[in-house]
Structure formats: structure tokens, C-alpha cells
């Protein structure tokens, strides 16, 4: 059961981590108003409009996204102070291990991943739907691209799909053709001069002709109009800018699962996203211990050399997992273990100053 020691603890280290990130975010509002204020101007948007369009999502964003630097930050700061008032010291000395003085610091560090983890499950996706929406036509004045041309997906083991362009606003392709296969024999092709969502994989083609190949011979199709469930939705022939961002993590795993068996390129953005969802909100449990560990023990130098390791190895972690992000990107590493590298090497680091903290 949690004592007084631990509720303290357990206080001031939340106390600290929210007030060190309601600071951040602070400025990094006014830096960012700053910035788009012309914007904003020219847009004619009340004040009310840009917070509910734009701020009310901008903050669970970089607040999520700058909560592990922040925690190793609240955590030395608190732990710091602590040694310096020599209250580390009072409770070693009254019989309190080590491991136990952890606690309090590992059950915060827990409820922050739990915030952190649903945050970015769940309530940033949505929120970047509308934040890029918003920055796309105020802020950047982009029009949206409404064709995509030489789309080519497999929708079923044995069936491949072909459209040399679609148009997302009309949910229309031109020069359809889908191939079925048995094994590395073509069985059927169905072409046609346009095709046409309807609703859940129900698609109507226009013009079209099928050819079915029986041995040696060729049985021929033709006709104005044929309805075909195809294994197809408009969301996968559309590339979103930072898509993968702006599903939930359910619909994340679903789009990754599905995308696997169509064959789909360039999962590989999500699939890192997918694992940093994970993994991110872990890693304050990680730099929480090398946090406790690395300021228990009272040094010449005080709060501000402690700070200053904490800030030094904050850097590195986000320099290291956007060098792991790229690299997934761009040279096809498993994003799993592009993603996780970071978190375990952080691990034994940890361990490591841990064994060689205060006893």
C-alpha cells in the first residue's frame, strides 16, 4: 500500500511534469501564433475559430510528442532537489531501500504511458484530420489534388487491379482493368473505359469487356454495364498527406493487415507509426529509472549538472529515433526493430546507473 512518502513523491513528480509541459506548450503556442499570425489575419477567422479549428488540436500533438523529454526533466528536477535536501538520504537511513523509493516513480511514470498511449491512440488521429485540414487551406493555401494516376493493387491473392487514373472527389477510375489468376496463369480480365464506386467494395463499370481464357481458347464479354464486388475502397487508391497519422491505432493495425495481403507499397510510414505508439509512451517508464538513478546521489554541481545529463540524453533519444524513423523510411529496416532499438539500448543504460546508484 502507497504511505505518505509515496503520495509526495508521486506529487510532486506529476505536479512538475504537467507544469514543465503546460510551460513548453505555452511557448510554443505563441511561437507558432506568431508565426501564422498574417495568416490568420487574411483569413478573416475569429479568434474562437482558430482555437476550436487549429489550437484545440496543436497542443495534445506536441505535448504528446515532447512528454518523454519532459518526464526525464520532472523526475531529475524533483529527485534532484530531493538529494540536495538531503531527503534521499533521510529515507535510506530510516530503512528504505532503494527499489522501494522506485516505486512511487515507476507507478507516475506508468499513468503517464497510459495518458500518453490513449492520447495518441486515439485523440491526436482525429485531431490531425483537422489540424492539417485547417493548415492546408489557411496557413499553406493548398488546393487539394483531386486525381491520382497509375494505381495498380492487388485486392485478392489471385486478383490485381489497374486504373490509369482516378478521381477522388468523383470516386471514378478511367482505364480499368482487374486480372484473376490461378496461380501464374491468367484466368480473366475484365477492362472497361470507366468504373464507379457504389458503396462497401460494390463497384459499377461502364463499357467493359471480359475475356476468360479456357485452355486454349478466349470467351468474350461485352457490355454496358457490369456490377463487380472487388475487394476495393476509394481510402486505398488515395494517397493522404500523414495518413498514417490520422487513423486511430485500431484502424492503423486493420490498414496494415489489409495493405499486406493487397501487396500495397509504402506501409512502411505506417508500420513505424504503429510500433511508435508503443513504443514512445514506454520510454518515459525508461528515462523515469535512469532519471531516479542518475540524481538520488547528492554531486557537486547540484540540480544543474543533473539537468543537464538529463537534457544531453533527452537530445540523443530523439536525434537516435529520427535517425531510426528515416531509416525505416528510406532503406526499408524493420520498423519494429528500428523503433525499439532506442527504448532497449535507453534499457541497459538505465539498469546500468541503476546498479550504481545510492544502496
Known amino acids: ?40 489575419y487574411d483569413s478573416d477567422l475569429g479568434i474562437w475559430d482558430i482555437i476550436r479549428m487549429y489550437y484545440i488540436h496543436f497542443v495534445p500533438y506536441y505535448m504528446n510528442m515532447l512528454s518523454s523529454i519532459f518526464t526525464l526533466i520532472a523526475v531529475i528536477f524533483v529527485t534532484s532537489k530531493m538529494a540536495n535536501n538531503s ?47 485547417f493548415e492546408a487551406q489557411y496557413v499553406d493555401h493548398e488546393e487539394v489534388e483531386n486525381e491520382v494516376d497509375h ?99 485500431p484502424e492503423l493495425k486493420a490498414y496494415i493487415d489489409r495493405g499486406t495481403k493487397r501487396g500495397l507499397s509504402g506501409l512502411n510510414p505506417y508500420k513505424l507509426e504503429y510500433q511508435k505508439r508503443f513504443a514512445s509512451p514506454f520510454m518515459s517508464i525508461i528515462l523515469t529509472l535512469i532519471g531516479v538513478s542518475l540524481s538520488a546521489r547528492r554531486v557537486r554541481g547540484g540540480t544543474g549538472l543533473h539537468l543537464l545529463v538529463g537534457a544531453v540524453l533527452g537530445v540523443i533519444y530523439i536525434v537516435a529515433t529520427l535517425f531510426s524513423a528515416a531509416l525505416t523510411v528510406k532503406s526499408g529496416i524493420n520498423p519494429a526493430m528500428a523503433i525499439w532499438l532506442p527504448n532497449v539500448v535507453y534499457l541497459l543504460i538505465g539498469l546500468y546507473i541503476y546498479q550504481k546508484a545510492p544502496k
Not at 513523491?9 to 506548450?25: H, M, S, V
Not at 516505486?103 to 484530420?129: K, Q, W
Not at 461502364?206 to 470467351?219: H, L
Request: proline share 3%; with cysteine; aromatic share 12%.
Open 1 to 40: 500500500m502507497f504511505k505518505r512518502i509515496d503520495f509526495y513523491i508521486i506529487k510532486k513528480f506529476l505536479g512538475t511534469y504537467f507544469l514543465c509541459l503546460l510551460l513548453i506548450i505555452a511557448v510554443a503556442i505563441i511561437i507558432d501564433l506568431t508565426e501564422k499570425m498574417d495568416d490568420f
Open 87 to 133: 531527503e534521499i538520504i533521510a529515507m535510506l537511513a530510516g530503512g528504505i531501500s532503494f527499489r522501494r523509493i522506485l516505486v512511487p516513480y515507476l507507478f507516475s511514470a506508468t499513468v503517464i504511458t497510459v495518458l500518453n498511449f490513449y492520447i495518441g491512440s486515439f485523440i491526436i488521429p482525429p485531431g490531425t484530420v483537422q489540424r492539417v485540414a
Open 151 to 249: 494505381q495498380e493493387i492487388r485486392v485478392r491473392p489471385n486478383q490485381i487491379v489497374y486504373m490509369q487514373r482516378y478521381e477522388k472527389r468523383m470516386q471514378r477510375g478511367y482505364h480499368f482493368s482487374i486480372d484473376t489468376f490461378d496461380g501464374k496463369t491468367l484466368k480473366e480480365r475484365t477492362t472497361a473505359a470507366r468504373i464507379e464506386y457504389d458503396s462497401a467494395f460494390i463497384w459499377t463499370a461502364k463499357n467493359y469487356t471480359t475475356r476468360r481464357f479456357v485452355g486454349m481458347r478466349e470467351e468474350v464479354e461485352k457490355g454496358d454495364e457490369l456490377t463487380m464486388d472487388i475487394a476495393l475502397e476509394p481510402a486505398d487508391l488515395v494517397v493522404i498527406e500523414q495518413h498514417h497519422e490520422q487513423l486511430t491505432t
